[in-house]
């Protein structure tokens, strides 16, 4: 294990029960609260690159969105993306945050768009990479929303994603990393084979693929300028997932963004595939005043 890796999961896991899901909860450092909000089919772990370098300066928050990870749901629980905001809303409330600043990406970085809608008194300032973007529809997700639908659908999933060949196309995570020797080792270790292993885990993962909701992200293009937050935008330059030219109209569209940041030579895990060029553009944004 890598130290990066032993550092996330050095941290104690907690579980916080709200209406209809349990979070899973990890903590670290201290300073002015951070929250860091995984996307889609990720869970904390994807923020272990940055932690020990954000941990340094910010009390920093992870936890797992309901479906993923740690977290824990049943029938009932409601994956939308304002289900999920509201639901961190109340964890930060739960813990007696008063301010704080969120990081997130993918799936997660529209979560927290929705959270700052609801909750513009506490949230101090986003930092939002390659993320659903109005009115534009990522390949293969809306095909395999429907796929999620179909019996047999886990079966089919686990069967895909266990092979390599898939795993590596744009299907797969090929459209994650520039360099695909990065979905081996430890992101398949950590990311991949437990939901290769935990039916639990797989089936958790489709019904937060069953919550994304598009006329949510759409209505974005004009809520966007009603999050008072400062924004920063930080974008792979070669994500075929969110292509940077369909990301750069979002730029005008918040009331206070302060930029588009891009980073050569990386796809949708910017931060995971070159960390310290990212902590080199986030931290003098967070840490303004």
């Known amino acids: 294990m890598s130290a990066e890796s032993d550092f996330y999961f050095s ?9 209809d899901a349990t979070l899973g909860l990890r903590r670290y450092g201290q300073g002015p609260a951070l929250l860091l909000v995984h996307g889609f089919p990720l869970y904390g ?27 824990e749901w049943d029938a009932n629980t409601d994956f939308t993306f304002p289900a999920h905001a509201a639901r961190l809303k109340q964890l930060m409330a739960q813990l007696g945050v008063a301010r704080y600043a969120v990081m997130a990406q ?21 930092v939002l990479f390659n993320t659903e973007i109005p009115h534009h529809r990522p390949p293969w997700i809306q095909l395999f929303q429907a796929l999620t639908r179909l019996p047999g659908a886990q079966a089919g ?41 935990s039916p639990r885990r797989m ?16 209505a974005l293009a004009e809520d966007h300028r009603k999050i008072r937050a400062p924004v920063l935008l930080v974008w792979g330059e070669d994500d075929p997932t969110f292509p940077v030219e369909h990301a750069r109209p979002m730029v005008n569209q918040f009331a206070d963004c302060r930029g588009l940041v891009i980073v050569p030579k990386t796809k949708l895990l910017a931060y995971e595939e070159k960390p310290s060029e990212v902590l080199e553009k ?3 944004f967070l840490q303004a005043a």
């Open 11 to 19: 941290a104690p896991l907690r579980r916080l029960k709200f209406n």
């Open 45 to 71: 772990f994807t923020w272990r690159h940055l932690l020990p370098t954000l941990a340094q300066h910010f009390t920093c928050y992870v936890p797992d969105l309901a479906g993923k990870g740690e977290s």
């Open 106 to 126: 993918d799936t997660g970085a529209t979560i927290a768009r929705c959270l700052a809608l609801i909750d513009q008194e506490r949230v101090s300032k986003l």
């Open 157 to 197: 999933f686990r069967l895909a994603i266990g092979s390599r060949l898939f795993r590596r196309s744009g299907m797969g995570f090929g459209g994650s990393f520039a360099n695909l020797d990065l979905l081996d080792g430890e992101f398949h270790q950590y990311t991949v084979q437990p939901l290769l292993e």
């Open 203 to 218: 089936e958790g993962m489709l019904r937060y693929l069953g919550g994304i909701t598009w006329p949510v992200v759409d």
């Open 282 to 284: 986030i931290l003098p």
